[in-house]
């Protein structure tokens, strides 16, 4: 058996042996790697740098005395830094799994999206979490900035979790029972830190002495940082990050003070960081430099055929998160297809395939060379100067006599018809190629050791077949070939394709599935097989999690796992919440939909199956066991005491911590249940409990159990079903199509929130533009409309009122709440054209945005109306008032003016008209139907324009009151009839 300090020296050599120096852990505490001078000082700058250690890495808030199996206050990274990107990480990376034992062939070895940052360093980069069955052993990133800088060249961070690692190759249940040397224990070992460090952390650590550290170190890192030494400044930076991590462990830190010492820690490595890059050029970089890499040469390639063949480009990239990979696809057969426009080559319709590490479009009948052409070039005007025309001709190579003249929006110009002989396809698809490789682009790019490109994640090979031929694409380091690479376990990884014909079929062959559906219909075809006759998928419910599982694989394997059943007597929630979320399995359930007892997983790829099962089960195994421990331990924990912790997370740094929020909205509820006659005991004793549960610990470590556990522990502490359902439904709609709030406490509840939300981000950091929408505002405007059209005692409140409710610390103004109103309108017109109503009748109800239940009245009533003729005549009439009223036509007029009879019938009329006291069509059609006749004989007896001011005034007067009964009903305007 592998032991633990076997393996650590086992990955060191590896890592010696591709060149990396080894250094020592930091000598004080750190909470990963990352944070040692190895690594945030040495990716900063211009020098090569490649190293390797070991650090142990101290997280106050971990600890848990040594008894959760998986959990620990001091765990051991291993730390390898490559910079700069030595084009082939990954296969590093699985070479050293190799040093150390792992047969990647038999386990399935995935590269899962997991994207880093540290705000408080202001660092941030891409990458992905490597999955070993279904284990997180390794954090793999792509560094992008470190103390607010952005990196060139690009490092590669790979932090291995060693005792994960180790676990999982000696198949322990406990850290503790880790062989952390022959016949000596992990436990053994560090056992007795473990605890006392975790009493320290959590139970003695003093409060007022670690604060003045606190200030002590940050003053000390600003006097070195003024002092010039940069090394010394980042020690007592790290010495402040501990600091505040064991406050922070002790419930010490208020949200005001996170916030602060956040931007305090910050700003001092933002200037560590600068001080590190001067001092270094001073010192002219005694490593040396980066220097970029060459531009790749032009593919030489020679056209063997003169008739229409298949065209095949590839674009080889490292794992794309699956989210990316669907966009991905769009942007290619964006690209592609515009790109094929601009040319003169016939073709025929372009497909797009894509798998995590290939995008692929393939278009067939592609002509061997473009036609002919004569392009007509358009010079200056034939009055022009004859300068100008010598000008034009000398720049074409021509003389004046060559130029014609043609007639441009009826002025005479001189022109020039070019000749153009039409170019080989290889050329002009290489053109082509290199500019749809070029202009992709992803929500969120990175950059690698390419000059150049950026994108998702690294692009590393091309493949580009036009028939037999190469294409001879070229796009900065990167140039086409026959070559493509196959699954990483493949033997040979590589293969030569013989023609664009047979590209897909030779990587169907070598096991990988391009299509999209193909590899779908394979996993749910796969799953549904696996469970019967005892169990089955909800392949409609799971679909999201099909289509994710899906682009996370190339050649798809599902597999069946089980677990105990003891595991039963948690909530379903966290029993799937586990499954999909964190390890993206199917749950199986049976006939009822009670959940049984196993699981599928899909791997990628040939693999062992009776090792990955077994690997997968674990890893759920000690997931549950995690749950578990939290969920007693959360039983056990009085509902006061867990919203009292809500005094420890922050909001946002402006609107203070989740217990503020919480109060917030508690108060709003009740304020608005008041208004509108509907305040309860459930209500008043749910608004005390909103939010409690993000302070407990499962809803700490999932997150997306909010609310589902708020019911699950009120019910557990004695609370009434009522308010424990209110408590539930103060979280629902979670997503678009969630569930909506049953009950009129958990919609008020449900409301308040999310009104709660939208005033205080409006007014600090503003309402979402384009794609970006950090704090899901755009969500919650979309909960509170859909909350208020399903909740018919909420028909009465207006939106906007209730806003202007929503306290908040901080002021809301005036332009704020417009703003905010403006916003609901166009998600409430988006969200009714989605939903298929007419744009017209929807842009006509959209004056009731604030009470969208009344719009969706309106709407119902119009789709009946515009089948009535009353209703058509009624419409007409107040239209036709609508268009003869000049705007700024004062209403009001003097009835003793009019003297026709047509004139003194309408008054009569339109003085008989009681309108509905609420916004109602069919009503209102019937109080007005006896419009109609006497608007019609007005207009045609009385000339409305007289000549008298008095009289035109008057029979102005008139018209505006007939056009105004519709006023505050519909945009009458906006109604196609």
């Given at each position: 058996?592998?032991?633990?300090?076997?393996?650590?020296?086992?990955?060191?050599?590896?890592?010696?042996?591709?060149?990396?120096?080894?250094?020592?852990?930091?000598?004080?505490?750190?909470?990963?790697?990352?944070?040692?001078?190895?690594?945030?000082?040495?990716?900063?700058?211009?020098?090569?740098?490649?190293?390797?250690?070991?650090?142990?890495?101290?997280?106050?808030?971990?600890?848990?005395?040594?008894?959760?199996?998986?959990r620990l206050q001091t765990h051991t990274q291993l730390q390898v830094i490559l910079k700069p990107d030595p084009g082939n990480p990954q296969e590093l990376y699985l070479g050293s799994l190799a040093a150390i034992g792992i047969d990647v062939a038999a386990h399935d070895v995935r590269f899962v999206e997991d994207n880093w940052a540290s705000p408080a360093l202001g660092a941030w980069g891409l990458g992905w979490e490597v999955w070993l069955d279904g284990l997180e052993i390794t954090q793999f990133?792509?560094?992008?900035?470190?103390?607010?800088?952005?990196?060139?060249?690009?490092?590669?961070?790979?932090?291995?979790?060693?005792?994960?690692?180790?676990?999982?190759?000696?198949?322990?249940?406990?850290?503790?029972?880790?062989?952390?040397?022959?016949?000596?224990?992990?436990?053994?070992?560090?056992?007795?830190?473990?605890?006392?460090?975790?009493?320290?952390?959590?139970?003695?650590?003093?409060?007022?002495?670690?604060?003045?550290?606190?200030?002590?170190?940050?003053?000390?890192?600003?006097?070195?940082?003024?002092?010039?030494?940069?090394?010394?400044?980042?020690?007592?930076?790290?010495?402040?990050?501990?600091?505040?991590?064991?406050?922070?462990?002790?419930?010490?830190?208020?949200?005001?003070?996170?916030?602060?010492?956040?931007?305090?820690?910050?700003?001092?490595?933002?200037?560590?960081?600068?001080?590190?890059?001067?001092?270094?050029?001073?010192?002219?970089?005694?490593?040396?430099?980066?220097?970029?890499?060459?531009?790749?040469?032009?593919?030489?390639?020679?056209?063997?055929?003169?008739?229409?063949?298949?065209?095949?480009?590839?674009?080889?990239?490292?794992?794309?998160?699956?989210?990316?990979?669907?966009?991905?696809?769009?942007?290619?057969?964006?690209?592609?297809?515009?790109?094929?426009?601009?040319?003169?080559?016939?073709?025929?319709?372009?497909?797009?395939?894509?798998?995590?590490?290939?995008?692929?479009?393939?278009?067939?009948?592609?002509?061997?060379?473009?036609?002919?052409?004569?392009?007509?070039?358009?010079?200056?005007?034939?009055?022009?100067?004859?300068?100008?025309?010598?000008?034009?001709?000398?720049?074409?190579?021509?003389?004046?006599?060559?130029?014609?003249?043609?007639?441009?929006?009826?002025?005479?110009?001189?022109?020039?018809?070019?000749?153009?002989?039409?170019?080989p396809a290889p050329q002009v698809l290489a053109e082509v190629l290199a500019k749809v490789t070029g202009g992709l682009r992803s929500a969120k790019n990175m950059r690698w050791n390419d000059p150049k490109l950026a994108f998702s994640r690294p692009l590393r090979w091309l493949t580009a077949l036009w028939g037999d031929d190469v294409v001879p694409v070229a796009v900065s380091t990167l140039a086409a070939g026959r070559r493509t690479r196959l699954l990483r376990t493949a033997n040979p990884p590589?293969?030569?394709?013989?023609?664009?014909?047979?590209?897909?079929?030779?990587?169907?062959?070598?096991?990988?599935?391009?299509?999209?559906?193909?590899?779908?219909?394979?996993?749910?075809?796969?799953?549904?097989?696996?469970?019967?006759?005892?169990?089955?998928?909800?392949?409609?419910?799971?679909?999201?999690?099909?289509?994710?599982?899906?682009?996370?694989?190339?050649?798809?394997?599902?597999?069946?796992?089980?677990?105990?059943?003891?595991?039963?007597?948690?909530?379903?929630?966290?029993?799937?919440?586990?499954?999909?979320?964190?390890?993206?399995?199917?749950?199986?359930?049976?006939?009822?939909?009670?959940?049984?007892?196993?699981?599928?997983?899909?791997?990628?790829?040939?693999?062992?199956?009776?090792?990955?099962?077994?690997?997968?089960?674990?890893?759920?195994?000690?997931?549950?066991?995690?749950?578990?421990?939290?969920?007693?331990?959360?039983?056990?924990?009085?509902?006061?005491?867990?919203?009292?912790?809500?005094?420890?997370?922050?909001?946002?740094?402006?609107?203070?911590?989740?217990?503020?929020?919480?109060?917030?909205?508690?108060?709003?509820?009740?304020?608005?249940?008041?208004?509108?006659?509907?305040?309860?005991?459930?209500?008043?004793?749910?608004?005390?409990?909103?939010?409690?549960?993000?302070?407990?610990?499962?809803?700490?470590?999932?997150?997306?159990?909010?609310?589902?556990?708020?019911?699950?522990?009120?019910?557990?502490?004695?609370?009434?079903?009522?308010?424990?359902?209110?408590?539930?439904?103060?979280?629902?709609?979670?997503?678009?199509?969630?569930?909506?709030?049953?009950?009129?406490?958990?919609?008020?509840?449900?409301?308040?929130?999310?009104?709660?939300?939208?005033?205080?981000?409006?007014?600090?950091?503003?309402?979402?533009?384009?794609?970006?929408?950090?704090?899901?505002?755009?969500?919650?405007?979309?909960?509170?409309?859909?909350?208020?059209?399903?909740?018919?005692?909420?028909?009465?409140?207006?939106?906007?009122?209730?806003?202007?409710?929503?306290?908040?610390?901080?002021?809301?103004?005036?332009?704020?709440?417009?703003?905010?109103?403006?916003?609901?309108?166009?998600?409430?017109?988006?969200?009714?054209?989605?939903?298929?109503?007419?744009?017209?009748?929807?842009?006509?109800?959209?004056?009731?945005?604030?009470?969208?239940?009344?719009?969706?009245?309106?709407?119902?009533?119009?789709?009946?109306?515009?089948?009535?003729?009353?209703?058509?005549?009624?419409?007409?009439?107040?239209?036709?008032?609508?268009?003869?009223?000049?705007?700024?036509?004062?209403?009001?007029?003097?009835?003793?003016?009019?003297?026709?009879?047509?004139?003194?019938?309408?008054?009569?009329?339109?003085?008989?008209?009681?309108?509905?006291?609420?916004?109602?069509?069919?009503?209102?059609?019937?109080?007005?139907?006896?419009?109609?006749?006497?608007?019609?004989?007005?207009?045609?007896?009385?000339?409305?324009?007289?000549?008298?001011?008095?009289?035109?005034?008057?029979?102005?007067?008139?018209?505006?009151?007939?056009?105004?009964?519709?006023?505050?009903?519909?945009?009458?305007?906006?109604?196609?009839?």
């Amino acid at each position: 058996m592998l032991t633990m300090q076997e393996a650590l020296a086992r990955l060191t050599a590896y890592w010696t042996e591709h060149g990396a120096l080894i250094v020592q852990p930091m000598n004080t505490e750190v909470g990963a790697g990352t944070l040692n001078p190895a690594t945030f000082l040495r990716v900063l700058g211009p020098e090569p740098w490649r190293v390797v250690y070991v650090e142990p890495s101290v997280r106050p808030d971990d600890s848990r005395y040594g008894e959760n199996p998986n959990r620990l206050q001091t765990h051991t990274q291993l730390q390898v830094i490559l910079k700069p990107d030595p084009g082939n990480p990954q296969e590093l990376y699985l070479g050293s799994l190799a040093a150390i034992g792992i047969d990647v062939a038999a386990h399935d070895v995935r590269f899962v999206e997991d994207n880093w940052a540290s705000p408080a360093l202001g660092a941030w980069g891409l990458g992905w979490e490597v999955w070993l069955d279904g284990l997180e052993i390794t954090q793999f990133t792509y560094f992008q900035q470190a103390g607010g800088i952005n990196l060139d060249p690009v490092s590669v961070e790979i932090t291995y979790g060693i005792e994960r690692i180790i676990m999982a190759l000696q198949d322990k249940q406990h850290f503790k029972e880790i062989e952390y040397a022959p016949g000596v224990s992990y436990g053994e070992v560090f056992g007795q830190s473990e605890y006392e460090m975790s009493r320290y952390y959590l139970d003695d650590a003093d409060i007022e002495a670690n604060r003045k550290l606190l200030d002590i170190y940050a003053g000390e890192a600003q006097r070195m940082i003024d002092a010039g030494l940069p090394v010394p400044a980042h020690s007592y930076v790290l010495k402040c990050s501990q600091a505040f991590n064991v406050l922070d462990s002790r419930g010490a830190v208020s949200t005001a003070e996170r916030a602060a010492e956040f931007g305090r820690m910050r700003r001092l490595a933002g200037e560590v960081a600068k001080l590190w890059v001067a001092r270094r050029a001073e010192l002219e970089h005694p490593l040396g430099l980066v220097v970029d890499r060459e531009p790749a040469p032009v593919p030489a390639t020679v056209q063997t055929g003169d008739g229409p063949r298949t065209l095949v480009f590839e674009i080889g990239t490292e794992e794309l998160p699956p989210a990316e990979l669907r966009n991905a696809r769009e942007q290619l057969q964006r690209l592609v297809t515009e790109g094929l426009a601009g040319t003169r080559l016939a073709h025929g319709d372009v497909r797009v395939f894509g798998t995590p590490r290939r995008l692929i479009a393939v278009v067939p009948e592609v002509a061997a060379r473009e036609d002919d052409h004569v392009r007509t070039v358009r010079g200056p005007k034939t009055q022009a100067p004859a300068k100008a025309v010598e000008g034009f001709a000398r720049g074409h190579g021509v003389d004046p006599g060559a130029l014609a003249t043609e007639e441009f929006n009826g002025v005479e110009h001189y022109v020039l018809h070019k000749e153009e002989t039409g170019q080989p396809a290889p050329q002009v698809l290489a053109e082509v190629l290199a500019k749809v490789t070029g202009g992709l682009r992803s929500a969120k790019n990175m950059r690698w050791n390419d000059p150049k490109l950026a994108f998702s994640r690294p692009l590393r090979w091309l493949t580009a077949l036009w028939g037999d031929d190469v294409v001879p694409v070229a796009v900065s380091t990167l140039a086409a070939g026959r070559r493509t690479r196959l699954l990483r376990t493949a033997n040979p990884p590589v293969v030569d394709i013989a023609s664009a014909e047979t590209f897909v079929e030779t990587l169907g062959v070598n096991g990988i599935v391009a299509d999209h559906e193909d590899r779908r219909e394979l996993i749910v075809v796969g799953a549904q097989d696996l469970v019967y006759p005892d169990g089955r998928v909800d392949v409609t419910g799971e679909a999201a999690l099909i289509d994710q599982i899906t682009d996370l694989v190339e050649q798809p394997l599902p597999l069946l796992g089980t677990f105990d059943e003891g595991y039963l007597t948690l909530p379903d929630a966290v029993l799937t919440t586990v499954m999909r979320k964190h390890q993206r399995y199917l749950p199986v359930r049976d006939e009822d939909g009670k959940l049984l007892p196993m699981f599928v997983t899909v791997a990628n790829g040939p693999v062992d199956v009776e090792l990955v099962r077994t690997g997968n089960e674990a890893v759920l195994r000690a997931r549950y066991e995690d749950a578990r421990f939290f969920y007693r331990a959360d039983l056990d924990t009085p509902l006061a005491d867990m919203k009292a912790r809500l005094d420890r997370l922050t909001f946002t740094d402006k609107l203070g911590s989740m217990a503020d929020r919480a109060g917030r909205i508690g108060s709003l509820a009740i304020t608005l249940g008041e208004r509108l006659g509907l305040g309860s005991p459930v209500l008043a004793r749910a608004a005390e409990l909103v939010k409690f549960d993000l302070g407990s610990q499962l809803v700490t470590e999932m997150t997306s159990l909010a609310g589902v556990m708020a019911r699950e522990y009120a019910s557990h502490a004695g609370e009434s079903r009522a308010v424990a359902e209110a408590v539930f439904e103060a979280e629902l709609p979670r997503n678009t199509g969630d569930s909506l709030p049953r009950t009129v406490p958990g919609a008020l509840l449900s409301l308040a929130d999310r009104l709660d939300l939208v005033a205080g981000l409006a007014a600090t950091v503003g309402l979402p533009t384009g794609s970006s929408d950090p704090f899901a505002v755009r969500r919650a405007v979309l909960g509170l409309l859909a909350v208020h059209r399903s909740t018919p005692e909420l028909a009465s409140l207006s939106l906007l009122d209730a806003l202007a409710l929503a306290a908040q610390p901080v002021p809301v103004s005036p332009e704020v709440l417009a703003a905010v109103g403006d916003f609901l309108a166009k998600r409430l017109e988006q969200a009714l054209t989605e939903e298929g109503q007419p744009v017209d009748r929807v842009r006509a109800v959209l004056p009731h945005f604030a009470r969208p239940s009344v719009a969706d009245t309106l709407l119902a009533q119009l789709d009946v109306a515009v089948e009535d003729e009353a209703f058509a005549a009624v419409a007409a009439a107040i239209q036709r008032a609508r268009r003869i009223v000049p705007d700024g036509t004062p209403a009001g007029y003097d009835v003793g003016v009019l003297k026709e009879p047509a004139e003194l019938a309408l008054h009569e009329a339109v003085t008989a008209v009681v309108l509905p006291s609420e916004p109602d069509l069919t009503q209102f059609v019937a109080a007005t139907r006896g419009l109609v006749e006497p608007v019609n004989t007005f207009f045609d007896d009385v000339l409305v324009m007289a000549d008298d001011p008095a009289i035109r005034a008057a029979r102005l007067g008139l018209l505006v009151a007939v056009r105004d009964l519709g006023d505050g009903l519909l945009d009458w305007p906006q109604l196609r009839l």
